[in-house]
């Protein structure tokens, strides 16, 4: 049985991360409560996955491998992939960024709350309208002009970094993460209540 093209595993991932940055958004406006402990280890585990998934393995296939051929295929799609390079390039300082906000939260109070949910509301605005920027302007395109070869290229390597919360295979390093995460978080991406 073939597996997948990597553009319904791009699909896959930002739907997964859709879900995930709008459950983190949920977790950060409802606060705390009365389970400080959890909802703070919860965001950590999302924060984290954000950096660890996405930042390391997505984007990277994007970038050494997509945004090239699609340059070469259609250059009119420079000022597009250039904006979107820019976007990864600023990515892992936003999630490290909005991870010390949430640890100075954590530790310091209420008064560092508004300061992430402001931080975290403009990071999900951005990470989703990049997401649709890709779908929208690369992904058609790349399905068009893309020789077989490439595709299969493309396929390989989505493949082999798919993300465990889109469908990819469970690694036994993660299984605490993710456990977490599909626990603790608020619905469209776990099992929390919202």
């Known amino acids: 049985m073939p597996g997948a093209s990597a553009l319904s595993i791009i699909r896959e991932e930002h739907a997964a991360v859709s879900a995930l940055l709008r459950s983190l958004r949920l977790l950060a406006e409802k606060g705390p409560g009365e389970q400080r402990t959890r909802f703070f280890e919860t965001a950590r585990a999302m924060l984290f996955y954000l950096d660890e998934f996405p930042e390391r393995r997505h984007h990277p296939n994007e970038s050494s491998l997509l945004f090239p051929m699609l340059l070469r295929a259609a250059p009119d799609l420079q000022p597009v992939i250039e904006k979107l390079e820019a ?100 619905s469209p991406i776990g099992l929390g209540q919202g």
């Open 87 to 186: 976007d990864h390039a600023a990515g892992e300082h936003r999630v490290r960024e909005l991870q010390h906000m949430l640890v100075g939260w954590e530790f310091l109070g209420e008064a560092r709350r508004a300061g992430f949910v402001a931080a975290l509301q403009e990071y999900v605005r951005l990470y989703l309208q990049h997401m649709q920027v890709e779908e929208t302007h690369l992904l058609p395109q790349a399905a068009r002009v893309l020789t077989p070869a490439q595709h299969a290229e493309l396929d390989a390597a989505f493949a082999a970094a798919r993300d465990p919360l889109a469908a990819g295979g469970r690694e036994p390093i993660y299984e605490e993460l993710f456990d977490r995460i599909v626990q603790q978080a608020p």
